[in-house]
């Protein structure tokens, strides 16, 4: 048994990768914070210890005190991977591709804070960076954890992991979005009319408005806000909608450039088979029936 330390454990990416690794029991845990969290520790059981970030000493001192064995997920903001390579930690870097919790509802737990990115369930909408053909490799963050707390069996890690839960270009996610909706608005029409429902699959869908950003557009930072952005601003981890416009401008030339576009060959899917993630389809499908 290991001990393992989760950098900014108490939400996000990291709550995800706590609940994994707690979940399956083979190590223990214990969560670095830049304060301590009384109620955090009551409710999960694991304890949380408050470190500088700022300061790597004492962020080395932190896990060598609580004999800390290895770091699954250290944020650059934690330790520079430059400061990594100089240390005796053993350390690797995961690359899921773009997170699926923001496209699969409510119904899915995620402890990500919303995002509206690309794609609009509730309003029927979608802003396209680019030309929208270019594949993008998708994980809901459950599935990392789930994923990562797998490698902290390996007898040695490898310096850097892929994950790819789905992998779809923005133009077919937009199709399977209209579907999902498609779907979903029949079943409750035909319920509606005491109407037998049968299979439903080959539905066309329920038509999306589609905007495509232009490349030039996105270097300025000049993107379509969609309107859910007006009702989830204040959840999401920006301050006003121009700040979301350079973010969203950011990763829409990722998108289109292929930085997203992960290989699946060799990726933790191959190494460990057996872990089934969230599909694209079955997300959207969720966020479907509760839209």
Not at 141 to 158: C, F, P
Not at 188 to 209: I, M, N, S, W, Y
Request: proline share 5%; with cysteine; net charge negative.
């Amino acid at each position: 048994m290991a001990i393992i330390a989760v950098a900014d454990g108490t939400g996000g990416i990291g709550r995800a990768l706590v609940e994994a690794i707690t979940s399956r029991g083979r190590h223990e845990v214990k969560i670095l914070s830049r304060k301590a969290n009384d109620s955090l520790t009551k409710e999960t059981v694991v304890p949380v210890i408050a470190v500088d970030y700022t300061d790597v000493e004492e962020v080395t001192r932190a896990l060598r005190l609580s004999h800390q064995e290895m770091l699954p997920s250290v944020p650059m903001k934690l330790l520079a991977a430059a400061e990594l390579q100089k240390s005796d930690l053993e350390h690797t870097v995961f690359y899921p591709g773009f997170l699926l919790d923001y496209y699969a509802g409510p119904s899915i737990k995620s402890y990500m804070s919303p995002l509206i990115v690309v794609i609009d369930m509730e309003n029927n909408m979608a802003a396209v960076p680019g030309s929208g053909n270019t594949p993008v490799a998708f994980t809901h963050s459950l599935d990392i954890g789930r994923y990562v707390e797998a490698t902290l069996n390996l007898e040695k890690w490898d310096s850097s992991y892929r994950i790819v839960g789905d992998k779809s270009t923005w133009n077919d996610f937009v199709k399977s979005a209209e579907i999902a909706k498609g779907k979903f608005n029949f079943y409750r029409t035909a319920e509606a009319l005491c109407l037998p429902v049968g299979l439903v699959d080959d539905l066309t869908g329920t038509p999306f408005k589609i905007v495509h950003d232009s490349i030039e557009d996105l270097k300025k930072g000049r993107v379509t806000i969609l309107p859910a952005v007006d009702k989830y601003l204040h959840l999401m981890s920006v301050p006003n909608k121009e700040v979301l416009s350079e973010f969203l401008g950011t990763f829409g030339q990722l998108f289109a450039d292929g930085t997203f576009n992960i290989k699946e060959e060799g990726a933790l899917n191959e190494i460990f088979p057996e872990i089934k993630p969230l599909t694209i389809k079955e997300a959207v499908e969720a966020a479907a029936k509760s839209t």
